[in-house]
Each structure stands twice: as structure tokens, then as C-alpha cells.
């Protein structure tokens, strides 16, 4: 069967089913105002960044360049979390610190910038230190390369992101996915529903003369 797309009939329905997307937005609001914090906590991310440098030769140091580049995966992994958490020294899970460590890496892969996210700044800094030393001394048990160091540990951590601005967005997010998808369902059911919906759909645009109408009650 061809489908053929009206798109003054897709039109007409979304303006006449208007008033469902109107119900629909509200809904899902109201669920969002309800369900999702408005009162979340900001957060602050500190880093720590690893190097690779060796005083034996310029080979060395690109191995344990390379190694960090290589292995970068296991910053996230339970046994540097493990250790990270060992060198805290506070109540704090290898799980949580998993969660709450992100890497990356300088402009020329020379350095790799270890970042932790909390909502409480001290324990972002001494995550993101205890991390860049664990992930450092995993590396050098793997390769054996003596080269590959903490550079710069994390003084503070700086802000960021607004945990009520977040909040908004996620509202925002469900509700325009709500939306929209209500729109795509009545578009759907429009293009295939082949009953006649307007004058249009039984004159060929027009081209036939319509005689008149019969109230659906009466049929």
C-alpha cells in the first residue's frame, strides 16, 4: 500500500489534537517538579595530572608516555580505587571513587589529567591526588618504568555545575521528550489512518464537488 503524506492533514490534526500536547506537557512537568530534586547540590571537580619523564634516556620516557596513553583505561578500575582509597585513609567505598573519576589528556598526550566530581570539594581534591598516585604506581607495576609520576596534585577544586540548573534542564528534557514523541504518535496515526477526516480526503482537493455532509451521528 502506498503511503502518501498529506501535510495539510498532518497539520490540521496537531492543531486540532493541540489541546492532548498541552495535557501531555503539563503532565509531565508536574511528574518532573514532583519526582526530580529541585534543591540538588552543586558540585566541584578537582585534577591531578601524571607524567612520564626519565633522566635515562628519551626513549624511556616516551615508553611510559606511551604506557600511560595505553593503560589509561585502569584509572577507573576497582584496583586503583582500591589503593586510592587506601591512601585517604577516610570511610570512603572503591565504588564511590570509580564513580567520581574522569581522565583525560593534555593537548599533545604528554599529560594525563586525572578529574574527580563531588559535591564536597575537600574529598574531590584528595580523590583526585589519591587517584593520579595510585593510577602512577599501577602503571609502573605493569611496565616497570620508574619514570611515570604525579606532576601536579590538586590544590582545590573549582566549581562545576549548578545542581538546580541541572535539575531545570532534566525537567526540560522530559518534557520536551514528551513532547515531541506525542506529536510523532499523532503524525503517525494520521499518515496511516485511511478514514476521511476533511472535506479534502472525499474531493480530490477539491476537484470533485462535495454535495454535502452527513453528521456522524446520524450515519
Known amino acids: 500500500m502506498e503511503i502518501i503524506v498529506d501535510f495539510h492533514r498532518v497539520f490540521d490534526a496537531l492543531v486540532t489534537k493541540a489541546y492532548i500536547i498541552f495535557i501531555i506537557c503539563i503532565i509531565l512537568f508536574a511528574g518532573s517538579v514532583i519526582f526530580i530534586d529541585s534543591n540538588a547540590p552543586d558540585t566541584y571537580a578537582a585534577t591531578s595530572t601524571v607524567y612520564s619523564a626519565s633522566y635515562v634516556s628519551y626513549r624511556e620516557s616516551a615508553d611510559g608516555r606511551y604506557a600511560i596513553f595505553l593503560y589509561s583505561d585502569i584509572v577507573r578500575s576497582r584496583k586503583v580505587a582500591e589503593r586510592a582509597a587506601s591512601l585517604i585513609g577516610t570511610d570512603i567505598e572503591p565504588e564511590q571513587i570509580m564513580g567520581m573519576v574522569s581522565s583525560s589528556f593534555s593537548e599533545y ?59 531545570l534542564q532534566i525537567r526540560a528534557i522530559v518534557t520536551l521528550s514528551g513532547v515531541i514523541f506525542t506529536m510523532f504518535a499523532i503524525v503517525t496515526f494520521t499518515v496511516f489512518d485511511r478514514r476521511a477526516a476533511f472535506p479534502q480526503d472525499v474531493t480530490l482537493n477539491g476537484e470533485i464537488e462535495l454535495m454535502g455532509v452527513l453528521p456522524a451521528k446520524d450515519i
Not at 598516585?133 to 599501577?138: K, L, R, S, T, W
Open 109 to 167: 598526550y604528554t599529560m594525563m589529567v586525572v578529574k574527580a566530581v563531588s559535591q564536597n570539594p575537600e574529598l574531590a581534591v584528595s580523590v583526585a591526588n589519591a587517584v593520579a598516585a595510585a593510577f602512577a604506581q599501577e602503571i609502573v607495576n605493569i611496565t616497570a618504568l620508574e619514570g611515570v609520576k604525579v606532576l601536579d596534585t590538586a590544590k582545590y577544586a573549582v566549581f562545576n555545575s549548578s545542581g538546580s540548573r541541572s535539575s
